[in-house]
């Protein structure tokens, strides 16, 4: 759990969000399926706004670092993209539907 999102439970749903816009993201668009995605698009994505400006990248970093500890994503260093892995995708494809109104 990082120091800014104090909350596990919205860490945790925080994570799994990220993962899901990636997601569907990567269905929709092949150059995401191949070249992943630039987390600022994510967080835009996800809409929340209770965040100040100045700690997103902190976010971002706590959301990537748990990701990629859940082998769910790749983060690539040169690009600064993040890109689904197989494990991730499985796992959107039995968690992420649900969400597909909120976040799709």
């Known amino acids: 759990m990082s120091h800014i999102i104090s909350n596990p439970f919205v860490e ?16 929709n668009e092949l150059d995401i ?28 970093n706590q959301l990537i670092h748990n990701n990629v500890n859940r082998r769910f994503i790749e983060f690539n260093t040169l690009t600064r993209r993040v890109i ?13 539907r649900t969400k597909a109104g909120v976040l799709g």
């Open 12 to 27: 945790r749903d925080m994570t799994d969000n990220f993962v899901c816009v990636l997601y569907f993201c990567d269905h």
């Open 33 to 60: 399926r191949n070249n992943g995605m630039d987390p600022f698009t994510i967080w835009e994505r996800l809409g929340y706004r209770a965040f100040d400006d100045s700690i997103v990248p902190i976010i971002l």
């Open 84 to 96: 689904l892995t197989r494990e991730g995708r499985q796992w959107a494809d039995n968690n992420c």
